[in-house]
């Protein structure tokens, strides 16, 4: 966190740069199956971020020496775009990519079921094409969904949300100016059946009853990510199985006019 | 995947975890000690400041060494920290020469982020020209000696190598050129961070977790907290999960901890803080 040139205010009365109050997310659209070829996928607009993921997977893995006896290799990229910023990103991982990629990883995994598939990979390829504060976050979510749409079976779906310090405030969401120039940030992935977290980062400077106000800001936050996850694989999957009864019924209709 | 986790074999784990539920640990520590902390300074005389610390077997290097170079360009009055480790193929099994690893790269990125956000080193002050010419500080982690709990280490190796760097004295001329002197002086140092691990085995938390340990682990979460207290840098760990609880319960230990190792090991920041003014 750096420091904010001085008068320059990120919250005014009770608005922030964007508009919102305090506790508030940014809009957050979610699409599942947006791709072809991959077994599962998922893009997400969360604010100003545009974050696609894949999924591929049980599948042989490559390499063949990393295969695992007893569960899945679970692999997990996070990449961001060199047109993604402000300033163009060298599309080489950088090192904060490649500790994202981590972290991402070890948010997801235990939410999967590896065990069911020994020697087997299970890769996750998540690509931000236009970033703008909270990208772990969003695809985290975003991966959890695809994973779910790739049919891999999971414990719960992995929902992740950041809460921080802007202007001495405790707020849900943080976007990048406020990352950029705010006290802190926390953000935070939970499996919401059980309420246990798989992420949990923090940077800035916090007192405890701050960092603990954070934490629960950012966990009622993934809850409501929770629902739009939740509503998001439900319009796919329920609407698709409608449009496949009509289209089962008409046939019979079709057979019936013969 | 890639972690330097050793494997334990099951007979041995049964064991660590038949102590644990007794709150035990099975090299005779309770749940929240440490294990014994050797802290050497000033081994490396070519360094701008250098620290040895041994945490039980694992040992870190840190040398610290100052350049000049140009400033970040969104940052041009501020000078430059950045911190690196090597996991040095002499120090374990499973460390290899090559390209930084992903775990490397977590670790040098979590003792960064403790050095920075706690604001250690007040990089306003190592500011030469403006948008031209700043000090750079190259933190340098050698991991010697694997024997758990790197992250502790190599953050306390870090901030004392820091602590007791020591550059070239100088002054500036009207028309921005350095001048070196005679004698050396400090770093300015305005607080000093801790980072603290605990690691979660079953369903009970420990602090500094040995190699054997960190291969039973489910997760383990490194708090960086400073010197009033305050949390600067968290980071968890590992494949698995921690309740709301544990995160909770792991953040008062670190308080305790890092305000133990100050004091008790350290003997008391003070020493080292506010040092450096005359630089700018």
Redesign the interface.
């Known amino acids: ?2 420091e904010k040139p001085k008068g320059k205010e990120l919250i005014s009365q009770g608005i922030r740069t964007d508009g919102r109050g305090p506790k508030d997310l940014r809009k957050i659209k979610i699409d599942v199956g947006t791709l072809e070829k991959a077994d599962g996928s998922a893009y997400i607009e969360w604010g100003n971020n545009k974050i696609l993921v894949a999924v591929y997977g049980p599948r042989e893995v490559h390499p063949r020496h990393l295969a695992l006896p007893d569960r899945a ?1 679970f ?1 997990c990229r996070y990449h961001m775009a060199p047109f993604s910023t402000e300033e163009r990103k060298n599309p080489a991982p950088s ?2 990519e ?2 994202l ?3 991402t ?2 948010a997801l ?2 939410a999967t079921l590896t065990e069911l598939f020994p020697r087997t990979g299970i890769d996750v390829f998540i690509e931000v094409l236009q970033s703008d504060g909270g990208t772990r976050c969003a695809g985290i979510a975003a991966a959890s969904i695809a994973l779910a749409d790739a049919g891999i079976p999971l414990k719960d779906l992995v929902v992740a949300c950041a809460a921080g310090k802007v202007d001495g405030q405790i707020v849900l969401d943080l976007n990048d100016v406020e990352d950029q120039l705010g006290n ?1 940030d ?1 953000p935070v992935a939970i ?1 919401p059946r059980t ?14 009853e701050e ?2 106000e954070a ?1 629960e800001l950012a ?1 009622d936050g993934c809850r409501q990510v929770y629902a739009m996850q939740k509503e998001a694989l439900m319009r796919k999957y329920v609407g698709e199985k409608e449009s496949v009864e009509e289209e089962i019924g008409e046939g019979v209709n079709e057979k019936e006019g013969d | 995947m890639a972690e330097s986790f050793e494997i334990v074999p099951k007979i041995r784990q049964k064991r660590i975890s038949e102590h644990l539920i007794q709150d035990k640990r099975i090299d005779g520590r309770g749940l929240t000690d440490f294990r014994k902390i050797k802290t050497e300074m000033g081994l490396i005389e070519k360094a701008s400041g250098s620290c040895l610390v041994s945490l039980g077997k694992t040992k870190v290097m840190t040398g610290v060494k100052v350049e000049m170079g140009e400033p970040y360009s969104d940052r041009p009055e501020d000078g430059v920290l950045t911190v690196n480790v090597e996991l040095v193929p002499l120090a374990s099994p499973s460390f290899e020469p090559g390209p930084p690893s992903e775990e490397a790269i977590e670790l040098a990125r979590v003792v960064d982020r403790g050095l920075r956000e706690s604001k250690a080193v007040d990089l306003g002050k190592l500011c030469i020209v403006p948008g031209r010419r700043v000090f750079v500080v190259f933190v340098d982690i050698y991991v010697l000696d694997h024997d758990g709990n790197l992250f502790d280490a190599s953050a306390l190796a870090s901030i004392l190598a820091l602590a007791t760097a020591k550059i070239r004295d100088f002054s500036l001329s009207d028309d921005g050129r350095i001048e070196f002197k005679d004698g050396t002086i400090s770093l300015p140092l305005q607080n000093f961070p801790v980072e603290v691990t605990v690691a979660k085995i079953g369903e009970k938390l420990i602090v500094d977790p040995s190699l054997e340990e960190e291969g039973m682990i489910d997760a383990r979460i490194t708090i960086a907290v400073g010197k009033d207290d305050e949390i600067c840098a968290i980071q968890k760990s590992g494949p698995g999960t921690l309740s709301l609880e544990d995160v909770y319960k792991a953040v008062d230990t670190a308080k305790d901890k890092a305000k133990e190792i100050r004091e008790n090991v350290l003997g008391g920041v003070e020493q080292w803080l506010g040092k450096g003014q005359r630089i700018q």
């Open positions: 966190m750096s290799l692999r090192r904060r490649v500790e990629s981590k972290v990883r070890e995994e235990p802190a926390v499996m309420g246990v977290i798989s992420l949990l980062q923090m940077d800035g400077m916090l007192s405890r960092f603990k934490l966990i």
